[in-house]
């Protein structure tokens, strides 16, 4: 089961998610809106999975394109989800989910945080030219 308000902010769940991607028949794409510029970028993933929760949700992500440079998410591949409850990534000065304002998963707190407060300086993809904060960023799972 998801959670959120599913016209706006939306999470469909690690469960729905590790279900859909399975068999790899979904890529994802990151939308990302910089925050000052409005530039918007994308980066897209051919190659898509999460895991079982028995698994903790590990991501399982490669084949990037997109203008969203350096690939920042990348990174994060082979990660468990963290989550404020369960804390499964890898940095050892705490639990990277309170650090980042939300559940991810992180690679040692983050090159991609697309899903941390907005608040905070913790809402980000790492390296994009004019700067890495985001106004907005939206994940989408497409059909092959």
Known sequence: MGFGD?????WLG???????TAKYRYKLRFDL??????NWYYAEYSRF???SEAESYMLMVSGFSGNARPDAFGRHN?????????DNDRSSSGNCARVGGGGFWWWNCGRCRVNGARSTDYFY?????????LQLSR??????
């Open 6 to 10: 599913p016209s706006g902010n939306y």
């Open 14 to 20: 690690n469960d729905l998610l590790s279900q859909l």
């Open 33 to 38: 809106q910089q925050n000052g510029t409005g």
């Open 49 to 51: 999975r999460v895991l």
């Open 78 to 86: 082979y990660e468990k989800f963290t989550t404020l409850e369960r």
């Open 125 to 133: 993809w790492y390296g994009l030219p004019g700067g890495s904060y």
């Open 139 to 144: 994940m989408w799972l497409q059909c092959k």
